[in-house]
C-alpha cells in the first residue's frame, strides 16, 4: 500500500521528500518504529519534511503513515523470523535490547496517552449490566489480568469460553458490554468474538495496537496501545500499561462506592490469611 502511494506521487516530492520516501521503503524494519523527528535526523531532512511527505501520500499524518507500516511489519513477521533478528547478538545485548523495547513502548504510550478514549470507556464499563471479555492465545493473559482487577469493583464481570462464546452472548443482558484484546499477530477468533456481539446488539470495545486493527473495525470504543514484540515475545509491557489506566477509568466512574468495596475485600483477606503479614510492619 505504501509502496503504490509513493510511486503515484514521487514525481511531486521535494528531494527531501523522495529521500524519505526511499528511507521508508528500504528500511521498512527501521523506519517502521521511528518517529517524524528521529526518521528525519536519519534521513537528514527536517521533521517537517516528514510530516509533510506524509499528507502528500494521502495520510492525515505521520502517525498514521507509521501506523500503516508497524502493523504491515508486524503482522507479515512469524515467530521465527521474530527470534531471527535475536539470534545473533550476544548474550548481554540481548538483554538490553529486550529491556529497551519495552521501554520505548512505554514511552510511546506516555508521549500519547488516549484519554478521552479511556474515559469514555471506563464509563460504558461502569454503566453495562454486564462486562464480557474476549482474548485468545497469548491476549488470554491480559484478560486474565484485567478480570482479576475488575471483579474487585464490577458485579458481573466474566470472561467468555473459546469453545461455546456464540452460547455465552446470546445469553448476556441486552446492556453488556464485550470488551476484545488482540494484538498484532490479531487472533480471528476475537474480532469473530466482536462481529457476534454487534450482530446481537450488544456493545463492543477493544484495546488493540491502532485503528487500523480489524478489532477497532468492530468495535464503538477503542482503546490504542503501542506493541513492538521482543523476538519471539509479544511483549505487553506497554498494553498491560494502558489496561491498568482502563481499571482506574472504571473506579473513577464508579465514585465513592469503590473504596468501601475495597475496604471489605481487605478486611475478608486480613480474616481468611490471604497474604501473608509484613513482619517488617510488625517491628517497633
Not at 509513493?6 to 528511507?23: C, D, G, H, N, S
Request: charged share 20%.
Amino acid at each position: 500500500m505504501l509502496k503504490e502511494r509513493i510511486a503515484l506521487r514521487l514525481k511531486e516530492m521535494t528531494p527531501a521528500q523522495a529521500a524519505v520516501a526511499r528511507f521508508l521503503l528500504d528500511h521498512r524494519k527501521e523506519a517502521a518504529f521511528l518517529t517524524a523527528s528521529q526518521l528525519g535526523e536519519r534521513v537528514g531532512v527536517s521533521e517537517t519534511t516528514v510530516i509533510r511527505l506524509s499528507h502528500l501520500l494521502g495520510y492525515s499524518g505521520y502517525l498514521q503513515l507509521r501506523s500503516e507500516m508497524t502493523s504491515s511489519l508486524i503482522d507479515h513477521l512469524s515467530t521465527l523470523e521474530r527470534i531471527k533478528d535475536y539470534g545473533t547478538s550476544p548474550e548481554n545485548d540481548l538483554y538490553e535490547r529486550a529491556l529497551r523495547k519495552d521501554m520505548e513502548t512505554l514511552s510511546a504510550a506516555l508521549s500519547s496517552i488516549p484519554s478521552a478514549e479511556l474515559d469514555a470507556l471506563g464509563q460504558a464499563m461502569a454503566e453495562a449490566g454486564a462486562v464480557y471479555l474476549a482474548g485468545y492465545r497469548s491476549s488470554s493473559s491480559l484478560v486474565c489480568y484485567l478480570s482479576f482487577y475488575l471483579s474487585w469493583i464490577l458485579p458481573n464481570v466474566r470472561t467468555i469460553s473459546t469453545e461455546m462464546p456464540f452460547e455465552m452472548l446470546s445469553n448476556a443482558p441486552a446492556d453488556s458490554l464485550v470488551l476484545g484484546i488482540s494484538f498484532p499477530r490479531y487472533s480471528r477468533w476475537t474480532v469473530e468474538v466482536l462481529e457476534t456481539a454487534e450482530k446481537l446488539g450488544l456493545t463492543t470495545a477493544c484495546v488493540t495496537s491502532d485503528l487500523t486493527s480489524p478489532l477497532a473495525a468492530q468495535s464503538k470504543y477503542v482503546v490504542t496501545a503501542p506493541y513492538k514484540p521482543v523476538s519471539f515475545i509479544d511483549s505487553f509491557a506497554a498494553p498491560i500499561s494502558l489496561l491498568n489506566c482502563l481499571i482506574l477509568s472504571v473506579a473513577r466512574s464508579l465514585g465513592a462506592g469503590v473504596a468501601k468495596k475495597l475496604e471489605t475485600l481487605e478486611q475478608h483477606w486480613r480474616q481468611e490469611g490471604i497474604y501473608i503479614p509484613d513482619r517488617m510492619k510488625a517491628l517497633p
